[in-house]
């Protein structure tokens, strides 16, 4: 498997070694030992999560606080989408900045998202089978969100032709300046 840090250093982008020929395919998803060994430190997943979503629907930017913050580990089973990643820890040289790729069925790309990050995607296919790993339950009285939209933040989302589809909570969640950081 290659890991690659981003320009958060703390995400990374896993690419596993596919080998295919005309029948298929076949792909590690997960190792622990060697997903340990790239973080630098043991990482306890404790949930699986799967979503699956429509074109156009944007999911984000989510994040729990402590002491529910998690870690994820996303991926794409299915379709393509742009995901995101922003440092929310306010003594970051990083505050605020953020980082994006696509991941797809056919990349077999994941992105490991540390605590103390805001996650979202869009996406960009007919539909998007989107499977993540997290590092603590979810947590409702922990969980908070961050606009997608914030100009302080300026991602790029890949919008083209595309108006996002929202839920409530993501269409009225807090700019950055009003988000309790980590």
């Given amino acids: 498997m290659k ?3 981003t320009s958060l250093p703390e995400v990374l982008l896993l ?16 190792n622990q030992q060697a997903f340990d060994q790239a973080v630098g430190q043991e990482v306890r997943f404790v949930q699986d999560n799967h979503s699956r979503s429509a074109r156009g629907v944007l999911r984000g930017l989510h ?24 440092d929310l820890r306010r003594d970051s040289p990083r505050f605020g900045r953020w980082v994006g790729t696509e991941l797809s069925s056919d990349n ?26 997290t590092s603590d ?9 961050v606009a997608w939209d914030d100009p302080d933040i300026g ?7 595309l108006k996002p589809l929202l839920a409530d909570k993501d269409r ?6 009003s988000t309790p950081g980590f």
């Fill in 108 to 133: 077999h790309r994941q992105l490991w998202i540390p605590p103390g990050f805001a996650h979202g995607f869009l996406v960009l296919s007919d539909s998007a089978d989107f499977l993540y790993k």
């Fill in 15 to 30: 690419e596993p070694r596919v080998f295919g020929d005309a029948r298929g395919f076949f792909l590690e998803s997960w």
């Fill in 63 to 86: 994040y729990q606080r402590a002491p529910h913050a998690q870690g994820k580990l996303v991926r794409v089973a299915q379709g393509r989408v742009f995901d995101v990643a922003v």
């Fill in 172 to 177: 009225q969640a807090p700019g950055l300046a």
């Fill in 137 to 145: 339950y979810y947590a409702p009285a922990s969980e908070a969100c």
């Fill in 3 to 5: 890991i690659t840090p």
């Fill in 155 to 161: 991602i790029q989302w890949p919008l083209e032709d």
